[in-house]
Nanobody, 123 residues
Framework: QVQLEDSGGASVQPGGSLRLSCAVS????????IAWFRQAPGKEREGVAF???????RYVDSAKGRFLISKDNDGNTLYLSMYYLKPEDTAMYYC?????????????????WGQGTQVTVSS
């Protein structure tokens, strides 16, 4: 049974940092892309960071230089470290698992999802 459990969301001030966690079970990193998506109120869900099955990372332009996707050594947890947070980063963040090459990097290609964790950036 595949399970993704995301956590770590919080309210922070602009310029602050957060690290989100995604506990993964029931699937192999070597066969799946693991990604972080986010959805702000009234907006479509968008992918922000992707880790291909070969470990290669990819980021949406707004996340480049500020977000870092990483995996712990035991292979059970994926992280999204976020720095220099902006109000426009406010959203519900979801980890998701999809095809090894991350497909089209849109939600439709990702079969497994965490429940979401809220990030709010506000002064």
């Amino acid at each position: 049974q595949v399970q993704l459990e995301d956590s770590g969301g919080a309210s922070v001030q602009p310029g602050g940092s957060l690290r989100l966690s995604c506990a993964v079970s029931g699937l192999s990193y070597s066969n799946h892309c693991i990604a972080w998506f986010r959805q702000a109120p009234g907006k479509e869900r968008e992918g922000v960071a992707f880790r291909r099955s070969d470990g290669w990372p990819r980021y949406v332009d707004s996340a480049k230089g500020r977000f870092l996707i990483s995996k712990d050594n035991d292979g059970n947890t994926l992280y999204l470290s976020m720095y220099y947070l902006k109000p426009e980063d406010t959203a519900m963040y979801y980890c998701a698992a999809g095809p090894p090459d991350c497909g089209t990097r849109t939600p439709v290609d990702f079969a497994y999802w965490g429940q979401g964790t809220q990030v709010t950036v506000s002064s």
